[in-house]
């Protein structure tokens, strides 16, 4: 997913209904970004390439088995792109609120498209992961897939925060993003993406460090609880919660 190279701020806490609709009135928002293709001619392209290469139906399913928000969950999909995923999850869950949030006015415009189509009611907005302006502790559940290894290191750790500071005590974060790859092969696959979206927004994803990035946000009970291998790497799915005082799952 593209990534932030500055932030959003909001002077003060609004409605998740009035953060859209601020974002919709002022689609340029101030925010300098990278498409997820590094060119915004090739984002039309990007489902195709993930089908392709990135076992994107198998990814969608793996990452729903770990979401599954009950009835009435309030859901935020940080960096949603194109909104295969949150698609999919209204789809599955017709009685959760699902806001797909991403910086890509062309990305959000196909994940418009394809919520018309499937004719399902999904929330977008528009703005950068490291501040969404939405309430604190408006959601229930936060996800996003392939977005932190568009970012540096402090990018990272604003997006975590940021995705503590929206959810409730007790909500679940649930990260897909690459780690170490396995075998020389996928070490030498992941080279490309390296390449491609940088050594130091990629470096801590090749070691392996998401969780402890995860941890040091202030989650707790920080899990890698799935990998897939694919033609670009090995994908790594975080769960972790949100801990209230003298609790945890």
Same mark, same amino acid.
């Given at each position: 997913m593209p990534k932030s190279e500055q932030g959003l701020t909001c002077g003060r806490p609004v409605s998740v209904d009035a953060a859209v609709r601020v974002l919709q009135r002022d689609p340029t928002s101030g925010a300098a970004y990278i498409p997820a293709l590094r060119f915004h001619a090739l984002t039309g392209l990007f489902d195709p390439l993930m089908q392709l290469v990135m076992r994107d139906e198998q990814l969608r399913r793996l990452t729903l088995s770990l979401l599954r928000p009950e009835p009435a969950e309030r859901v935020l999909d940080i960096g949603c792109g194109t909104g295969s995923l949150a698609v999919r999850l209204k789809q599955?869950?017709?009685?959760? /609120? +699902? +806001?797909?949030? #991403?910086?890509?006015?062309?990305? !959000?415009?196909?994940?418009?498209?394809k919520a018309r189509e499937a004719q399902i009611s999904v929330t977008w907005a528009r703005g950068p992961a490291d501040d969404p302006p939405f309430p604190d502790q408006s959601f229930d559940l936060v996800t996003s897939s392939l977005l932190l290894h568009? !970012? !540096?290191?402090?990018?990272?750790?604003?997006?975590?925060?940021?995705?503590?500071? !929206?959810?409730?005590?007790?909500?679940?974060?649930?990260?897909v993003d690459f780690t170490r790859p396995e075998g020389r092969l996928r070490a030498?696959?992941?080279s490309? +993406?390296?390449?491609? #979206?940088?050594?130091?927004? /990629?470096?801590?994803?090749?070691?392996?460090?998401?969780?402890?990035? +995860?941890?040091e946000a202030g989650f707790a009970n920080v899990a890698e609880r799935l990998r897939l291998n694919t033609a670009?790497? /090995?994908?790594?799915?975080? /769960?972790?919660?949100?801990?209230?005082?003298?609790?945890?799952?």
């Open positions: 599955e869950h017709p009685r959760a /609120t +699902v +806001v797909g949030y #991403d910086i890509d006015p062309a990305a !959000l415009a196909i994940a418009e498209h568009h !970012l !540096l290191p402090s990018g990272k750790r604003s997006a975590l925060a940021a995705a503590s500071r !929206l959810l409730k005590p007790g909500g679940r974060l649930v990260l030498l696959a992941f490309i +993406v390296r390449t491609l #979206d940088g050594r130091r927004e /990629t470096e801590d994803h090749a070691g392996g460090r998401m969780p402890a990035f +995860v941890e670009l790497g /090995t994908i790594g799915f975080i /769960t972790a919660y949100k801990p209230r005082s003298g609790w945890a799952p």
